[in-house]
């Protein structure tokens, strides 16, 4: 009778423990914030042609949550055998079912990794649903080993969003492969991870292994096991022509790319693009070649566009010409920074260009002082207007030839295209290669398009004008005659030395000349910011520093802010990656 009793105690208290344990691991409604996973129960059969039958069972729950529709499955179509090398495995769906019936689903591919997305986004699920996915996997099995053949497969992807409460996988192999001819490795957890605490291993039978969970799958865990086996007992896919090399030839095709885009570029510009030279040495100019104004200098040397040195140049010019004063004002206090004032004298600018023109009033509006400061994230708006005036009345004197920059921007629309495609366009061979290539074909296409731009047979001559005006002005002590032949040739080109980049050099060029005494009394009436002598040197530093000064202000705008063994976990072939939508 004891013995009868204890043994009623003991199944008794076995069917309670089970009880207890599915009551603990039961989720309550409020517990429930998205779908997880109850329980995945997982068939992969192994045959003998390298192939693998896989039947999904996920039992899934998203409890009373609103606007849910299914889960997705995700799997990849290849393994890496090494880093430059990948293995294609092409995947079959048998079928997928809901509650045993058929349900609607859709699929894509991106990079290689094959997603069904099952359900219906005109019906609403609740509570438990059970998927049933059933596919075939070729060419799962590894050679590469001279010593042996190997399974090495994620049972469930690393990638999942979805917890999985309980996971149980069978692996049926081959009857020849079994407990006693085979070497066994398990991992779990995140991507990477070598320890295999979070499941069990068991032959349940000869050849039957078996794969149980311990605890949760978190999100971005999974299971991968690799299985040694003696060769000859999987037969080894004998791969096609195409699959040996067709990767190969893809590459090679890809890479013509680059070079073909390269030729055409070249050839192009060889035609429309090339500046020809006038054929002889540069000589010295002595004057402003054609009176072209700093700013419309800069658009003819830079084919088109305006550097904001050459709008600060085109400020002090006016003021050389008595448009505008220029008045430094120093710091205040402690916390105070040293400022720029500019002040509309009156004068009438009919004969300033357009540009010039415009110049003044995006300076001072309706004002007569305005502070340097105070064009801080404002006058940047302006550039592009500047620019479009000066090319304008370049373009209406025929200094270049029209075809160069309608290849420009048609070279500039296709690398722009391109570069959008590849982030908004799906890859679909190749993704890294294909990426590689196109960023060098879209900067060939850049470079060519920002040399397109070709300047006509006159202004080649104007070219060859202006830089014998800064030869000239890098070499001024030799040629005193001309330069003491004309007043006020200081300041007069004092503007193209900023835009030259030679301030420095153009002011050492004036003390050779002059000497030392002649500073002793000069002071500039277009500029207000010394007591005292008037310091060459000072004045140099200060005309470079207001030039930098200005060239950072006006081009200024206002900021954006934004958003920025020898295996291990995941290192295997296939494996579902589930999620919820």
């Given amino acids: 009778m004891k013995k009868i009793l204890s043994s009623i105690f003991l199944v008794s208290y076995f069917f309670i423990f089970l009880f207890s344990c599915s009551l603990a691991s039961a989720r309550t409604p409020a517990q429930i914030t998205d779908w997880y996973i109850k329980d995945r129960q997982i068939e992969i059969q192994v045959n003998k042609d390298a192939s693998l039958d896989i039947t999904e069972n996920i039992l899934a729950d998203c409890g ?50 094959l997603t069904w997305k099952i359900g219906d986004p005109n019906i609403i699920v609740t509570g438990e649903n059970d998927y049933v996915i059933k596919y075939k996997v070729s060419r799962a099995i590894r050679f590469g080993n001279p010593g042996f053949d190997e399974f090495y497969w994620n049972i469930t992807g690393p990638f999942s969003t979805l917890e999985d409460d309980h996971l149980l996988a069978k692996i049926t192999f081959p009857l020849e492969i079994n407990d006693s001819n085979t070497a066994l490795n398990g991992y779990s957890g995140k991507f990477g991870t070598k320890d295999a605490g979070a499941v069990t291993y068991q ?93 419309e200098m800069s658009v003819f040397l830079d084919n088109g566009k305006l550097k904001t040195s050459a709008i600060s140049a085109a400020i002090v010019n006016l003021a050389v010409q ?89 070279m500039f629309v296709i ?6 495609g590849l982030f908004f366009a799906p ?17 060939i296409l850049f470079i060519f398009g920002y040399l397109m731009p070709k300047r006509s047979k006159k202004g080649e001559e104007l070219l060859w004008r202006i830089k014998g005006l800064k030869m000239y002005m890098m070499t001024a002590e030799k040629y005193r005659q001309k330069f003491n032949e004309k007043e006020g040739i200081f300041e007069r080109f004092l503007p193209y030395a900023m835009l030259f980049g030679i301030t420095d050099l153009w002011v050492s060029k004036i003390k050779q000349i002059y000497g030392e005494e002649y500073f002793n009394t000069y ?4 500029y207000v910011g010394y007591i005292g002598n008037f310091n060459i040197d000072d004045f140099s530093s200060q005309i ?28 295997g072939g296939g494996g579902g990656s589930v999620g919820g939508w």
């Fill in 64 to 113: 009373t949550l609103p606007d849910k529709h299914g889960i997705t499955y995700s799997v990849p179509t290849f393994y890496q055998l090494t880093l430059g090398e990948k293995v294609t495995m092409p995947i079959n769906l048998t079928s997928i079912t809901h509650g045993g019936e058929n349900v609607k689903y859709s699929s894509s591919t991106d990079s290689g990794i």
């Fill in 203 to 295: 032959w349940t039978e000869k050849n039957i292994l078996q794969i149980e969970s311990k605890r949760t799958l978190k999100v971005g865990e999974g299971i991968t096991t690799s299985i040694t086996f003696p060769k000859g007992i999987i037969s080894q896919p004998v791969l096609t022509f195409w699959e040996k090399y067709g990767d190969m030839i893809i590459g090679l095709i890809l890479l013509l790319i680059p070079i073909l885009v390269f030729l055409i570029c070249f050839i192009l510009w060889w035609k429309y693009g090339r500046d020809v030279s006038p054929g002889r040495a540069v000589a010295p100019e002595f004057a402003i070649p054609d009176d072209m104004n700093p700013m």
């Fill in 322 to 410: 008595g448009y505008i004063k220029i008045e430094a004002i120093p710091k205040q206090g402690l916390f105070s920074s040293a400022d720029t004032k500019f002040i509309r004298t009156g004068k009438i600018s009919s004969s300033l260009s357009d540009a010039e023109k415009n110049l003044i009033d995006y300076l001072f509006g309706s004002l007569n002082e305005v502070k340097l400061s105070d064009l801080k994230n404002q006058f940047y708006k302006h550039i592009s207007s500047l620019k479009n005036a000066c090319f304008s009345k370049l373009s209406s004197e025929n200094l270049f030839e029209k075809k160069g920059f309608g290849m420009q921007t048609t």
């Fill in 415 to 420: 690398g722009g295209l391109w570069a959008a």
């Fill in 427 to 443: 890859v679909l061979i190749s993704a890294p290669l294909f990426y590689v290539i196109s960023i060098i074909s879209i900067i």
């Fill in 523 to 526: 002071h500039p009436i277009w």
């Fill in 544 to 571: 470079s520093a207001l030039s930098s000064n200005m060239a950072s202000t006006i081009s200024s705008s206002p900021s954006s802010t934004g958003s920025g063994g020898g295996g291990f976990s995941g290192g």
